[in-house]
């Protein structure tokens, strides 16, 4: 039996995969997959498996949208920290929908559904309702971070920007410290509000408070200048320009 576990936090992942192995001592996991790009990757080379169990968001978006893409023929089992998407997911034919932290009764309870078929469990009535308001995008509040051997969380409102430098991705606060993420700046993109960040380029991602000056620059580009920044040269590409300026002028 081969399962397939889409999920973005490796810790989650390997817990997971564990709790799995358990339940499914003949089951063979793939590679872990954390990305909506890396799964439609994934689909369009492998053969599907026996079992999917899919994080709904993922580093690069919503997993919903791996199936928009592709068609994915194997059951599915959704796992996610908020429940305002449980009716896309039986949209898609999900045999379950699990709430993290995962709980092993439910996750036990989750694959005897698997091995019975029964692929659409029943909702209760006044739960749909609740499920029925519009979903609304969660961004984060705090980035842990490291500062030599110590780790501290800085809120968000203290952030200036984030910048990679030599594929390591950093921190930058709106007193100036500077300290190192772990994460890439894709995967910041997409937890933080956009009305509140832009990425300006492949190096910066910054915060609409940190941006002191827009300069025009040559082949109608622009020259952005940050508070505290080393870098007075972050440009802006001219594809990017139309964006950064409907940003600038919400």
Request: proline share 4%; hydrophobic share 45%.
């Given at each position: ?14 817990r997971?995969?564990?709790l799995?192995?358990g ?16 799964a439609?990757r ?10 999917i ?20 023929a ?8 908020f ?15 699990l ?25 209760d ?10 979903e ?17 969380s ?23 410290k ?5 994460a ?21 991602l ?12 040559s ?10 920044c080393a ?14 300026k409907?940003w600038?002028?919400?």
């Amino acid at each position: 039996m081969k399962i397939l576990i889409i999920e973005d936090e490796k810790p989650a992942a390997a817990r997971l995969e564990r709790l799995l192995a358990g339940l499914f001592p003949e089951a063979e996991f793939g590679e872990n997959i954390d990305t909506v790009t890396m799964a439609v990757r994934w689909f369009g080379e492998n053969t599907a498996p026996d079992l999917i169990f899919c994080d709904i968001q993922l580093a690069d978006g919503i997993s919903f949208e791996i199936f928009d893409k592709v068609k994915v023929a194997a059951p599915v089992i959704f796992t996610t920290a908020f429940d305002q998407y449980a009716i896309r997911a039986f949209q898609v034919n999900a045999i379950d929908y699990l709430l993290k932290p995962i709980d092993p009764v439910e996750l036990s309870r989750a694959v005897d559904k698997f091995k019975s078929r029964q692929v659409k469990p029943v909702l209760d009535l006044e739960l749909l309702k609740g499920l029925l308001q519009p979903e609304k995008k969660v961004f984060k509040t705090r980035f842990l971070v490291r500062y030599g051997e110590k780790i501290q969380s800085v809120a968000v409102e203290d952030v200036a920007f984030f910048f990679s430098e030599e594929r390591v991705s950093f921190l930058q606060t709106v007193a100036g410290k500077k300290y190192v993420l772990d994460a890439t700046l894709e995967q910041v993109e997409s937890q933080v509000d956009p009305t509140h960040f832009f990425r300006l380029n492949r190096k910066y991602l910054a915060k609409v408070d940190a941006v002191e000056e827009v300069l025009t620059y040559s082949n109608s580009r622009l020259k952005v200048k940050l508070s505290n920044c080393a870098d007075q040269d972050i440009l802006i590409s001219r594809e990017k320009v139309g964006d950064l300026k409907e940003w600038l002028d919400q």
